[in-house]
């Protein structure tokens, strides 16, 4: 609707300008919060490209369960009314931090905890 440049490329543009040429250009606080907002501007890329898809998987794991969204997933899990479900229960929600993970800070992923 808006045209171009779309927000995503918007935010690579600007997320690229900080890595060439500020980052160098800089050192101390300055340097380090032009990396904060360089992994800020990552983070916004990741989400508005994979965000929709991913919150789209994310209903479709809640509806699986039986819920409209992740507060009665909490209620039940809370009341114990899923206990018998629980292989299902934590395959969603480890699905779905994964790929909050995937947005947040993908290197997370690289090493993860085992089961």
């Given amino acids: 609707m808006h045209g171009r440049p779309t927000a995503e490329e918007l935010v690579v543009a600007v997320r690229e300008f900080l890595e060439r040429d500020v980052m160098g250009a800089t050192s ?34 809640l509806r699986d369960l039986g819920f409209d969204d992740e507060r009665q997933l909490a209620d039940a899990i809370r009341s114990g009314a899923l206990d018998d479900r629980y292989d299902d229960v934590a395959a969603a929600v480890r699905a779905t931090v994964t790929d909050k993970l995937r947005v947040a800070n993908p290197k997370y992923l690289e090493n993860p905890v085992p089961d």
């Fill in 28 to 61: 101390g606080a300055v340097q380090f919060h032009t990396r904060v907002a360089i992994n800020a501007l990552s983070a916004i890329e990741r989400e508005l490209r994979e965000g929709p898809a991913m919150a789209q998987r994310h209903c479709e794991r």
